[in-house]
Structure formats: structure tokens, C-alpha cells
């Protein structure tokens, strides 16, 4: 049963510019924020440690992470690391593509939204700059919306989830700069698809697993774009690139 | 790329009655089948014994075996060993039921059909007996199916991704009949939602881990139907109750 006074909210939460963006949105909607991030197979695993910042900076309600084994179908450069990730942008949907990833994770934060009682779920989902994925246009998310009203108990009781996809229709530099009048710091998201932890800091002392001392590649994707927006923007990019 | 002659299926096989009678359905239609369990918190993970069975006995081309750790969201008697598994009817939707489950398994199963290019996913929800879990019903499969359409590549590209509920329409009787003139063998499959170990056998060793050797409790929602089933259906019950 619910005890709080504000609606709840499931947040999905990569540790990247697009989500910390999408949950200061819903908390800036007055949404009482729980944050879900998967340990996916990905290469960069350490963008959890960016999500547990982000989502304490932006005081998230809670943060729950769930295992899910992806690599064991494989298909991507993200999960399997016999693939390179590409340096150069390509032709149609490219090979860092998690085949349905996030209609794995709308099913999970679904399900937790169920367990929680909440009524919306947010998704950083952005349709001009993401890469081409299939699984962040707006039909998609309009078709995930339909599916939620039929698939869970609280659908079949009348109940109706949202799902919002606040940045879908944003270029990369109006979400940074939305996120910056919400008082986002990007230097601690990690958006990079293939990071290294920073060099040895003065002491000597490698700051293992934390998304600080990681260094961004600069040259993937993702990376590529993140740069471009700040540039775009005319904000400038707290990022540390290798 | 595809080298085989048959279409490639992939069928979600849980071990228990149903899916191993819509794995033999899918076998007869002509599909090489890839079947795909779930390691996903459940109380009954022995079920994934018996479906490493079921798979090689009806001739499954592969069995793949995804962790997922659902009970990181809770909210079942099936993956929250908190909540005690009912032995009596429920009105409603049971407690037993995982929330969202079928969407992140038919998720799961949309992304394993993307990286093996096949165009064909066999579940084996059944709306009349299946103890009114909403994501049983055929206008959940339509959305899914749907839902498919927008989420790959392969859809984005202009196949169409084909979700199959062959046993939704059916009693767990007629089930049972179609199943045994596709020659299942029911006693290597496993419904039971808190089977135990089976006593030491004659030579004082416990079969720990084997479906055959697990015992079902007789009384579960799913037990029970099982029972009913056979029953209605005239057919020698094979399963070992404790």
C-alpha cells in the first residue's frame, strides 16, 4: 500500500546524460523517483556506479538494480566482446543495437511499477540522436503503452500506466540544456560505450569502479554525440576523454 | 545468416505441461526449434532440469538458459520466498502470479529471435485454466505481436515477427490429448510450484536436481489443474505426488 504523499514514478536509469536528464524531469514533475538500472553483460558495466551518483545527486527514492544476462543472446558490440564497437558513425542501425533492450527493460520496469504501485514509468528515449535504434521511436512507445493496459493486474483493474518519454523529440543540446536549468552535473554521468578507468591520481591510487575516474573513448557513438550536444549547446562539457 | 532448411522458431520452455505440448505443436509445424528458459529467482528452479529434458526429448535444435533476477522486484509467491504458494483457489488474479512476467519473457524471446533471424515465437499461455494471470489472454499476444512489429530491426526492415499461442484456446484436458498424440512424455515435465526432492531411492541415494527425481506437492494452483486435467482427459496421470 502506498504511504508517501506524492505519485511514484519507475525511472529507468543508465547512468548516462539521458536518463539523469529524464529523472530530474520526473522530479521536477514532483514524482516520488524509484530508479531501475540493469547489470546487462554490457561492456560498461561501471555506468552503474554512474547510476547510483546520479540518482542520490538527484534524490531518487530508491535505486534498484537487476541482473539480467543479455550476453547470453548475444548480437551486440554492448554485450558481446567479440564485437568492436565502431569508432565511425554507419548506415542504419548499428551493431552497438541491443536487439529489444528496452522493450526488455519497459517489461521489467513494468513489473516493478506493478510491485510498487506506481502509475508511470519514464524512459530517456530520444528519437534524433539515438543512433537509429528501432526501440526509440514514438510508436514504439506508444505501442509499449497499449501492451502495459493489457499485460498487468493493475490494467486489468482499470488502472492506466504512462509511460513518458520526455526527450523523444529533443536534439542532444536542448536536453543538456534542460537538464542544466534543472540543475543536473553531467560530470557524473558516463555515457560512453567502451570506458577506461582514469589513470593513477597523485597519490598513486587508481579511484577503481567509480564513474569520476572513468575516462570516456571519445570516438563511439555515443560519445560523438554527447560532445556534439555540449558543443551545440554552448555548455561546457565536463567529460573527461581519455 | 541462416543455413538450415526449416524455419527457425524460438519456443519459451518453462519444463512444465504446457510448453513442452507447444514445443511439440512447433516441432510438428516444421520449425527448428530454439528453446529458452528462464533462471529468474523462481522457488521452483528445478523446472529448468526438466526443461533441459523436455528440450532434448522432443528434438530441440538448442536450449538456452537466461538468468533474470526477477525476485530484485518481488511481489510474487513464486519469486519472494517470504510469501507462502496458496493451496486453495484465489478469487482473482493469485499471488503466485510474477508481475509482468510473460511481457519480459516474450521481451526476451523478441531479442533471441532478432540475433538467430527467426520470425516465429511459441508461448504456451492458456486463457482457461491458466488461473487468470492477465498476461494470458489472446489480447496480450495481439499487442505483443504488435509491440514486435516497432521494437527490431527485423520489423524496422519489414518482416513480421509471428507470436504463436497455440494451447490458448484449449482445456488443460485437450492439452493433454495433443500433447500425448504428439508424443510427450508428461513425466519428464514438472507443473509444480514447490516440488521437493524425491525420497532416497532403493540404493539410499537421493536423484538431487532431476526432474524425475522431484516430487510434486499435489496441491498448488498448478497441481491441481494438472490433476483435473488428466483426469478429464482419461489419460493415466504420470506424475509422482509426494
Redesign the interface.
Known amino acids: 500500500m502506498r504511504s508517501g504523499t506524492n505519485p511514484r514514478a519507475v525511472v529507468l536509469l543508465s547512468g548516462g546524460l539521458d536518463s539523469a536528464t529524464t529523472l530530474a524531469i520526473a522530479r521536477s514533475e514532483g514524482f516520488d523517483c524509484h530508479a531501475l538500472s540493469f547489470r546487462y553483460g554490457q561492456r560498461h558495466a561501471v555506468e552503474l556506479e554512474a547510476a547510483r551518483r546520479v540518482a542520490e545527486a538527484l534524490g531518487a527514492a530508491e535505486h534498484?538494480?537487476?541482473?539480467?544476462?543479455?550476453g547470453?543472446?548475444?548480437?551486440s558490440a554492448l554485450t558481446d566482446h567479440r564485437i568492436e564497437v565502431p569508432t565511425q558513425p554507419s548506415a542504419g542501425?548499428p551493431i552497438t543495437?541491443?536487439?529489444?533492450?528496452?522493450?526488455?527493460f519497459?517489461?521489467?520496469a513494468?513489473?516493478?511499477a506493478?510491485?510498487i504501485e506506481a502509475r508511470d514509468i519514464f524512459i530517456g528515449v530520444n528519437v534524433l540522436d539515438y543512433s537509429g535504434y528501432?526501440?526509440c521511436?514514438p510508436?514504439?512507445i506508444a505501442?509499449?503503452e497499449?501492451?502495459a493496459?493489457?499485460?498487468?493486474?493493475a490494467?486489468?483493474e482499470g488502472a492506466r500506466t504512462h509511460i513518458h518519454a520526455p526527450l523523444i523529440a529533443l536534439t542532444k543540446a536542448e536536453i543538456i540544456r534542460r537538464g542544466t536549468d534543472l540543475g543536473v552535473d553531467y560530470g557524473i554521468t558516463l555515457s560512453c560505450y567502451q570506458p577506461t578507468p582514469a589513470a593513477p591520481t597523485q597519490k598513486g591510487q587508481a579511484i577503481a569502479g567509480t564513474a569520476m575516474a572513468s575516462l570516456a573513448c571519445g570516438v563511439c557513438d555515443s560519445c560523438r554525440l554527447r560532445r556534439q550536444g555540449f558543443e551545440a549547446a554552448g555548455i561546457p562539457d565536463p567529460t573527461r576523454y581519455r
Open positions: 534498484r538494480v537487476i541482473d539480467i544476462d543479455l547470453a543472446i548475444g548480437g542501425i543495437y541491443v536487439p529489444a533492450r528496452n522493450t526488455v519497459l517489461a521489467l513494468l513489473g516493478f506493478e510491485v528501432p526501440d521511436r510508436e514504439f505501442a509499449f497499449r501492451l493496459q493489457l499485460a498487468t493486474r490494467g486489468v
